[in-house]
């Protein structure tokens, strides 16, 4: 293992939810994983509705088309889905079902009759899994997409201040001997993880904010500026303050693992 030297690493938190539409993805694997390729968006919150969109065929405006009507017979489309107009600057628009032939969008600016538009479906759920702690839909079968996502993301500030961290992993080790055992058999079960992290004392109130809020964060941190992150979903469940006649005051935020967490760097 690579010896790293503390001040290399970093601690990222996340913050209030963005929404987002149409961000383009990057394919990895064989036809199956689809990662949005922005890095800052790369973290999706944990609950709001994320669509993984699929690009079917190109359709056509129709007479009745206006900048924020788009007539096309027999569209399929629904509410959620996305459309792209490449006849006007691709211009990326989320739909509102109004009728089989009809949908809304907000406004594209000179939209018309035979304006060119690529269609975005929501794909059924039951042929994709959604990791959201680095915005990657992976497809169950290995066939060449164009995909999109929309949704909601988590912006990632570094912890400016921050001087210290501790984490803590774990896995619940479970016994199942059975009569007749003549030694101990185990299952792994279910992970954990909790830890620390210390910063200077300054006016910022992100993590005492998020403590009384008791809603769950994500914690980053990478071991370098090159590795990749690992990210945890987190509750706070300490804030303590430290002060010294010598020293700079200190604030240590303890934190324990909420749901998933996933490591990218090891």
Not at 186 to 198: D, P, V, Y
């Amino acid at each position: 293992m690579a010896e790293v030297t503390g001040l290399n690493c970093s601690i990222k938190i996340s913050g209030a939810a963005v929404p987002f539409v149409g961000e383009v993805t990057t394919m990895g694997g064989t036809n199956t994983t689809y990662q949005i390729t922005d890095t800052s968006k790369q973290v999706l919150d944990r609950t709001e509705t994320i669509h993984v969109l699929v690009k079917g065929s190109n359709d056509a405006a129709e007479s009745g088309t206006n900048t924020t009507n788009l007539k096309m017979t027999s569209h399929g489309l629904a509410t959620g889905d996305v459309i792209i107009n490449t006849t006007r600057s691709n211009a990326v628009r989320e739909v509102t079902y109004v009728d089989a032939n009809n949908v809304t969008v907000s406004a594209v600016t000179s939209q018309t009759t035979s304006d060119t538009i690529e269609v975005y479906k929501q794909a059924t759920a039951s042929t994709y899994t959604l990791n959201r702690l680095n915005a990657m839909a992976t497809f169950t079968s290995a066939t060449a997409r164009t995909v999109l996502i929309s949704g909601s993301y988590l912006p990632m500030s570094t912890a400016a201040y921050a001087h210290k961290m501790s984490k803590h992993e774990a896995v619940d080790i479970l016994e199942k001997t059975k009569f007749g055992s003549t030694s101990k058999e185990r299952l792994a079960g279910m992970k954990s993880a909790s830890g620390t992290l210390s910063q200077f004392d300054v006016t910022d109130t992100t993590y005492s904010a998020a403590l009384l809020a008791k809603v769950p964060i994500i914690i980053e941190d990478r071991t370098s500026t090159g590795a990749l992150p690992n990210r945890r979903w987190a509750l706070l469940d300490s804030d303590q303050m430290e002060a010294a006649v010598a020293g700079i005051q200190d604030e240590t935020i303890g934190w324990v693992s909420y749901d998933a967490w996933l490591q990218l760097g090891v």
